[in-house]
Each structure stands twice: as C-alpha cells, then as structure tokens.
C-alpha cells in the first residue's frame, strides 16, 4: 500500500525553524517527483513547493522561496521540507503528496498528485 | 502565475441529482505537444487530504465512481457529479501543473439539499 506519513510540525514563533519529515512506502520513491501542498485553517490549498525524483530540480511557491528548502533523501524514501524565519501566515496543515506519472512509449509525464499524506500542523505565534 | 477560478464558490443539490462545478484558468494549459490539459480535480472530505479525482482534465483515477466525470479544454473546464450520493458532499478544487506554481482554485463546497 503507498504511504506517506508527515511529521515534525508543532509551535514555533515568528522568526523560527522547522523541518518536516515525510516518510513513503510502498512505491519507488526515488522514481516520483514530491511535493508540499499546505492549507490554512478554513482556507483553500497551496502548493508550496516540488522536487524532482533525482534531487536536482526544486520548485517554490513566492511565499515561500528563500525561507524553505525542499530535499530528499532517497536512501531513507524521506522529503524534507526546511523552514526558517517562520511567519504567522505559515500557519497550516502541511501535506506532502506524490506526483501521478504515467509512462507512454519511454516518456514520463506527470499528472498531478495521486497520493497525500495526512498532513502535520504548523503553527506561528508567539 | 496562473490564477484558477472555479465557480461557484458553493451550491447545494438533491441526493440522485447532477451537480456541476466550472474551473477557468487564466490561460490556457493545454500543451500542444501532446494535446494533454494539465489539469486535475481534487475532493476533500472534512478532517481528510484531498483526494485525487481527475486528471489531464477527463481521466478518471483508478477507483473513483464513473458519476465523476471532467471535460473542457483550454481554459475551461467542468467537472460533472451525477447521481449525487450523501458521501458526494465536500469541497471541490481543481489545479493546473501546467507549470509552477502549481495553483489551485478556490474551492466549490458542494453540500445535499
């Protein structure tokens, strides 16, 4: 069965660190682009960022580029998402979610995100 | 950045009726190389994530109800419930990742009259 469990959110005041962890199972995880998609309380989604099986290439959202940094270690089927100089908008449930991928004739293309994980709460205030 | 826009922000129908929930995109996320709508459809259940429901615009996801369906193309898009069931009820999103950032519309909340 593919699972993705997140931990690692909690309390923290303005201006503070964490990283979340996702844990997958279940899949190659190494073969699948990731992502971390956040909401509010009572609010819509946002995606925040993407990373690309391999590492190399990593994706923000403006709200959040140069405070968040998204990695992987595919040793350990784990995402990490890094964040730093935390603000009260960080505020949200985190989710981590796998890209859908189909193969046609050798070629990869992504669709969306087929799997999420339950989400682990973050919250900013002081 | 691409803004989605679904319409309406919620609606309420009967239990065996068809509810319909509008996604436009402000341009178009078709990519010609391979005719494909980057585009996909998510339902989220209180206390739950999102589920996905459609993608490339009209490709249902393995065990969703044939009562979901998606068209459109371009910039418009639908996303169809027939026979709407009492487990139907939650908030509707569609999202493009046609490129980054990946956004996703503000959500239709779809409830049983």
């Known amino acids: 069965e593919v699972q993705l469990l997140e931990s690692g959110g909690g309390l923290v005041q303005p201006g503070g660190s964490l990283r979340l962890s996702c844990a997958a199972s279940g899949f190659t995880f190494s073969s699948y682009a990731m992502s971390w998609v956040r909401q509010a309380p009572g609010k819509g989604l946002e995606w925040v960022s993407d990373?690309?099986?391999?590492?190399?290439?990593?994706y923000y959202a403006d709200s959040v580029r140069g405070r968040f940094t998204i990695s992987r270690d595919n040793s350990k089927n784990t995402l990490y998402l890094q964040m730093n100089s935390l603000r009260a908008e960080d505020t949200a449930i985190y989710h981590c979610a796998k890209a859908g991928m189909t193969t046609v004739s050798g070629a990869h293309y992504y669709y969306g995100m087929d799997v999420w994980g339950q989400g682990t709460t973050v919250t900013v205030s002081s | 950045d691409i803004v989605m826009t679904q319409s309406p922000d919620s609606l309420a129908e009967s239990l065996g009726e068809r509810a319909t929930i509008n996604c436009k995109s402000s341009q178009s996320v078709l990519y010609s190389s391979n005719n494909k709508n980057y585009l996909a459809w998510y339902q989220q259940k209180p206390r739950q994530p999102p589920k996905l429901l459609i993608y490339w615009a009209s490709t249902r996801e393995s065990g969703v109800p044939d009562r979901f369906s998606g068209s459109g193309s371009g910039t418009d898009f639908t996303l169809t419930i027939n026979s709407l069931q009492a487990e139907d009820v939650a908030v509707y999103y569609c999202q493009q990742y046609y490129r980054t950032p990946y956004t996703f519309g503000q959500g239709t909340k779809l409830e049983i009259k």
């Open positions: 990373i690309s099986g391999g590492g190399e290439n990593t």
